[in-house]
């Protein structure tokens, strides 16, 4: 994915769906949550991102999300 991005610098980075309400990456503050979280934001989509310290905003934050991605370790 990163190579894919990297590669579409100068011609820029395509947003495949318009409809899709926000973007919620689940760990955005970490390190593959930001990328994720950048490489969407690059491509036009509303990202909000649901960290640890979110979980008593977690309705606010889901709300009308389109697409969630989940980043996290779980042990």
Sequence with gaps: ??????SEKDSGFKCLNPELRSVVIVGGKGQLGGLFG???TLSGYQVKVLGSQDWDRA???LDNAG???VTVLFT
């Design 1 to 6: 994915m990163r190579e894919s991005y990297a």
């Design 59 to 61: 309705d606010e934050i």
């Design 67 to 69: 697409l969630v991605v």
């Design 38 to 40: 950048r490489m969407f």
